[in-house]
């Protein structure tokens, strides 16, 4: 069910942008280790110089738009884009140091897989909002 949905969303992306998934395995560990082991993993993936939009409900609540303009500045800036869902124990506090900006999608917890999806289609939409297009209804 998920995986049609992103899918869907990814074909459509293709022609703003390339889109990757680097998906790291849950830790075996729990509560505060787990948190700190797959932040460090998580660190460990993320090239120097990228532009990183870690999603968390702590974050600012951002609009489509907002989302689009922080877009633009990471590709104004000639960043990757490198977005981070963060595991079911959430973050450590190296991880939010790393980020360029901390976003929420409200103040709910969402499984993995919807957020995945609600990323895919909120990156169209941010594109399709750069590019003018007429998907995104003020």
């Known amino acids: 069910m998920y995986e049609d949905a ?9 022609q703003f942008t390339k889109l990757t998934w680097l998906l790291l395995p849950h830790s075996s560990l729990e509560g505060l280790a787990a948190r700190k082991e797959e932040s ?3 660190i460990g993936s993320i090239k120097q110089n990228d532009f990183v939009i870690l999603l968390d409900e702590a974050g600012e609540i951002a609009s489509s738009p907002e989302l689009a303009s922080l877009i633009d500045r990471a590709q104004c800036s000639s960043q990757d884009i490198c977005i981070v869902i963060g595991g079911a124990y ?8 790393r980020a360029n900006v901390v976003v929420a999608f409200g103040r709910a917890v969402f ?19 750069l590019a003018g297009s007429g ?3 003020k």
């Open 6 to 14: 992103i899918k869907h969303f990814e074909s459509r992306l293709k």
């Open 40 to 42: 460090s993993r998580i």
């Open 90 to 97: 959430g973050v450590d506090e190296s991880l939010l140091a």
């Open 111 to 129: 499984p993995h897989q919807l957020i995945r999806v609600m990323i895919t289609e909120q990156l169209y939409r941010a594109f399709s909002i």
């Open 135 to 137: 998907y995104h209804h």
